[in-house]
């Protein structure tokens, strides 16, 4: 997380979990992949960051950090506009405690990581459907790219998936976030669930309640796309800090 003093960032692609209706609609994404023999060091030096935080009473800044199955580490942090990259986001929290106490402790975070990425992406509230409740914190992610030139026809397919999910009143909710600067523009569908069983059964009681028009609507989608994958990941709590933190169990 050391881009997180210095933002003047190398951009690439990502988006991590699901959102409530107050929450931010652009979020600066910063991605640690940590070893996993530094694993214990990195979460705690992460808790000392946030107690951090909390002793001097930072309200200018926020995150949310969520862990994928690779051993990832993604924190998204609110932002106003491109211009907050530009900015030492952490400059009042680097004022109150000193810069070489701070600086100690992104130290620590930097030795438990083999690499470092970034990426800015949005969240679309009227291309997605309802919202995690407290405790969903486990997140499948479905990673979609289109065929070039396809992008308004993508938003439109995106839309009448979300009137599918609306007419049938499917139990699973998920949010849709687009890559505003990546290494490759797309799409990210995010879905939630308490656990990966908890969504399993969600998603395939969707599933039955689509019948041939999920079908149907699914092969069309795949006639724009360039390709797809998933990931899975799990939002951390513990180791957040901020407003954003409520809004995204909410």
Not at 174 to 184: H, I, T
Not at 210 to 233: C, H, P, V
Request: glycine share 6%; hydrophobic share 40%; aromatic share 12%.
């Amino acid at each position: 997380m050391k881009k997180l003093i210095n933002t003047s960032c190398c951009i690439l692609f990502f988006a991590a979990y699901s959102v409530a209706q107050e929450a931010p609609d652009r979020f600066a994404i910063f991605e640690d992949n940590v070893k996993p023999s530094m694993d214990v060091q990195y979460k705690e030096a992460l808790k000392k960051l946030k107690n951090a935080c909390e002793e001097n009473k930072i309200n200018s800044f926020s995150w949310v950090s969520v862990m994928f199955e690779d051993n990832s580490y993604h924190h998204l942090v609110p932002i106003k506009g491109m211009g907050d990259l530009d900015k030492n986001m952490m400059a009042d929290l680097e004022s109150k405690m000193g810069k070489e106490a701070l600086s100690s402790i992104f130290n620590e975070l930097n030795q438990c990581v083999d690499r470092q990425t970034s990426s800015v992406v949005s969240f679309h509230k009227d291309m997605s459907y309802l919202e995690p409740a407290e405790g969903e914190n486990f997140r499948d992610l479905l990673f979609w790219y289109v065929l070039p030139g396809k992008e308004m026809e993508a938003e439109k397919i995106i839309m009448e998936w979300k009137g599918l999910y609306e007419s049938k009143k499917a139990p699973n909710g998920y949010a849709v976030y687009k890559v505003d600067l990546g290494n490759e523009p797309g799409y990210v569908i995010v879905s939630w669930g308490k656990d990966e069983a908890d969504h399993a059964v969600k998603m395939m009681k969707t599933h039955e309640m689509f019948g041939e028009e999920g079908n149907q609507l699914w092969s069309k989608t795949m006639l724009i796309t360039k390709r797809y994958d998933s990931r899975r990941a799990w939002v951390l709590p513990e180791y957040s800090y901020g407003s954003t933190v409520v809004t995204a169990q909410k």
